[in-house]
């Protein structure tokens, strides 16, 4: 609280930018994950991005353990948006290293358990990128008392 002109006026905190974004990518990633296991012409089996359950599985994790780094703090949640962004990351590095061995329309089986194509390369280093974004709307480094 400070003094202005004679009356007082209480500081406002910054939003919770980071803890937000990563609530609603968590949901976002389950939900995507639970719609892929329904059959339908963008996401699944015989999908555009070509999804099993495993990949299905792997979304809805993302999802959760974005939403798990949201019960803490603004910076947790910040953390949780980079940890999920470089394991997208990852997956999308091993699955263009696997798919740079095919001819341009094929799948291949990443870790011999998810079935992975180009499309889903690019959902997921998009998704990577998305993450970092939303990780850098952290506020923490601006809050006079920290979470």
């Not at 194509?117 to 006079?144: F, H, K, P």
Request: net charge negative.
């Amino acid at each position: 609280m400070f003094r202005l002109g004679g009356a007082d006026i209480e500081q406002m905190p910054p939003p919770k930018v980071a803890k937000n974004l990563a609530r609603v990518m968590g949901i976002l990633l389950i939900l995507l994950g639970l719609i892929a296991m329904l059959p339908n012409p963008v996401v699944g089996a015989e999908g555009y991005f070509r999804m099993n359950l495993y990949l299905d599985s792997l979304l809805i994790l993302f999802g959760a353990v974005l939403l798990a780094f949201t019960s803490k703090g603004e910076s947790t949640a910040a953390t949780g948006l980079y940890f999920v962004a470089m394991a997208s990351l990852a997956v999308a590095v091993v699955g263009h290293a696997y798919l740079s061995d095919y001819p341009s329309g094929g799948e291949v089986k990443l870790w011999d358990l998810v079935v992975c194509n180009q499309e889903d390369v690019y959902l997921m280093g998009a998704m990577a990128a998305v993450l970092v974004i939303c990780g850098m709307m952290n506020t923490s480094s601006r809050q006079v008392i920290n979470d």
